[in-house]
């Protein structure tokens, strides 16, 4: 029945001829890591690898059994093929060597093996981020390559493990969906060039989090909380998975706007996510499918990183919004907005000192 669609496979031999056409053995590496987990992940408790390990990685975060078996399915599927020159991972704290045996490459791979993993254990959509950047040499990666700011990465992508899975990739021609068929095996491109609505009234935050934003962000949520009654004129909806893959998807497939920006809950944190493998792939595919993703004050894919696992602000999806809201940060910055008061943060508010 799928006889001639477009497999992942086809598609990314056909996209990546020329300057990247090494590219698409590695993408189809990456593939089979993520058939690989996307397999784990669907055993659910039966896989044996549920539960957390004894141990924290470098985010100071518990590591989950399949977050490892995930970051290991990466490793051994994309390490001997002769494309890269090194990989890095969320769950490393250094950049990993390509091993003695393998030839080397000139691309550097860098990923988080299993997004959201703390909701793996209640079944709720997980996922792989991954990103990809070209170095002009063949060789061993230094630790300062991986170091290069989102506009250079050559493709970017996530894997969603969900009812189905897809992978949804970018190598710079745009945002395009796979599904996989899981009687073939197959990635059926069944998503082409993917658009984000320009206009929403879906946002999505931890709004759990809210004494600590910025004015900037408390007076857009405070407005779109406010609906017809408010400036927006309209009624929103919210939504948050706290699982960062299905909330880009969901903006992919239908628009919105998606927050986690700058609070002071701590300040040696300027954010919670991860800019070199959550928030620039992201980018990277929010854009090439026509919407904006900003720290509130930079263009994410501008930010020049300083170390590998920097965190950073991140808002992105439906231009308009995203827009807006950076227009908020300006206002703010500047003193140019009316000092923005909402009832919880007035003078006679609980959270005031
Ligand atoms: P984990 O991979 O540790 O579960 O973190 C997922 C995540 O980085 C991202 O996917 C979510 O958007 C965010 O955390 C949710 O964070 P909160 O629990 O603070 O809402």
Redesign the pocket.
């Known amino acids: 029945m799928l006889f001639g669609r477009t497999t992942l496979s086809k598609f990314v031999i056909e996209h990546t001829r020329g300057q990247h056409s090494e590219m698409g053995a590695l993408l189809i590496d990456v593939a089979a890591a993520v058939k690989t987990i996307s397999a784990q992940v669907g055993k659910g408790a039966l896989s044996g690898v549920s539960g957390a390990l004894d141990v924290t990685n470098i985010q100071g975060?518990v590591q989950k059994k399949i977050d490892v078996l995930a970051n290991e399915a990466l490793l051994r599927h994309c390490e001997w093929g002769g494309q890269l020159a090194g990989m890095a991972s969320e769950e490393m704290d250094t950049p990993y060597q390509i091993p003695e045996q393998f030839p080397r490459g000139r691309y550097l791979l860098i990923f988080?093996p299993?997004?959201?993993?703390?909701?793996s254990d209640v079944n709720v959509s997980v996922g792989t981020i991954f990103s990809i950047f070209s170095r002009f040499t063949a060789g061993d990666a230094e630790d300062a390559d991986f170091l290069r700011p989102g506009t250079e990465q050559v493709a970017a992508g996530y894997a969603i493990y969900g009812p189905c899975t897809m992978l949804v990739l970018t190598v710079g021609t745009g945002t395009h969906g796979f599904t996989l068929d899981r009687e073939s095996g197959n990635f059926i491109l069944t998503h082409p060039d993917i658009r984000v609505p320009t206009e929403t009234r879906e946002f999505a935050i931890?709004s759990s989090?809210e004494r600590f934003w910025e004015p900037p962000v408390q007076r857009y949520v405070s407005e779109c909380k406010a609906g017809k009654s408010g400036v927006r004129g309209a009624d929103f909806n919210m939504r948050?998975i706290?699982?960062?893959?299905a909330?880009v998807h969901r903006i992919l497939m239908r628009g919105g706007i998606f927050m986690?920006p700058k609070d002071n809950k701590d300040p040696a944190k300027p954010g919670?996510?991860r800019l070199m493998y959550?928030a620039n792939p992201m980018a990277m595919l929010i854009e090439q499918a026509g919407g904006a993703a900003s720290t509130g004050r930079q263009r994410i894919l501008d930010v020049a990183p300083e170390e590998l696992h920097q965190r950073v602000p991140v808002i992105l999806g439906s231009r308009e919004e995203v827009e807006r809201l950076v227009r908020y940060h300006q206002e703010y910055d500047t003193g140019a907005d009316r000092p923005f008061v909402s009832p919880l943060f007035s003078e006679r508010s609980l959270f005031r000192d």
């Not at 299993?114 to 909701?119: F, I, K, Q, T, V």
């Not at 706290?242 to 893959?245: C, L």
Request: overall charge negative; glycine content about 4%; hydrophobic content about 30%.
């Open positions: 975060e988080d299993l997004d959201g993993s703390s909701n931890n989090n948050w706290a699982s960062m893959v909330e986690y919670r996510l959550e």
